[in-house]
Nanobody, 121 residues
């Protein structure tokens, strides 16, 4: 499975962005997908996850109520809708695919290259 994250950019505080994670491979629909982010000088942190069927969904407390993840297995794509962005959301965002929906990045087998989100105040 190869992953390609896109949709990042520069946005003002309070704005919105939608990230996409496009995957190659026929078995993508069998994988859970997690979103993680890494801000400058900080460790990579969990943002959200979605199970292979779309029913298992979880968010980090810091984004709960503002971010929404979804998937379209017919398009081999997972989305992260980000609303009410604030400067603390500035980071490189990565999508990852794994067999188990988990907040632990070590459990994911495949990673995208990351897309930069910058939120200005």
């Amino acid at each position: 499975v190869q992953l390609q994250a896109s949709g990042g950019g520069l946005v003002q505080a309070g704005g919105s962005l939608r990230l996409s994670c496009a995957a190659s491979g026929r078995t993508f629909s069998r994988y859970a997908v997690g979103w993680f982010r890494q801000a400058p000088g900080k460790e990579r942190e969990f943002v959200s996850l979605i199970g292979w069927s779309g029913f298992s969904i979880s968010y980090a407390d810091s984004v709960k109520g503002r971010f929404t993840t979804s998937r379209d297995n017919a398009k081999n794509t997972v989305y992260l809708q980000m609303n009410s962005l604030n400067p603390e959301d500035t980071a490189v965002y990565y999508c990852a695919a794994g067999r188990i929906p988990t907040m632990n990045p070590a459990e994911y087998d495949y990673w995208g290259q990351g897309t930069l989100v910058t939120v200005s105040s």
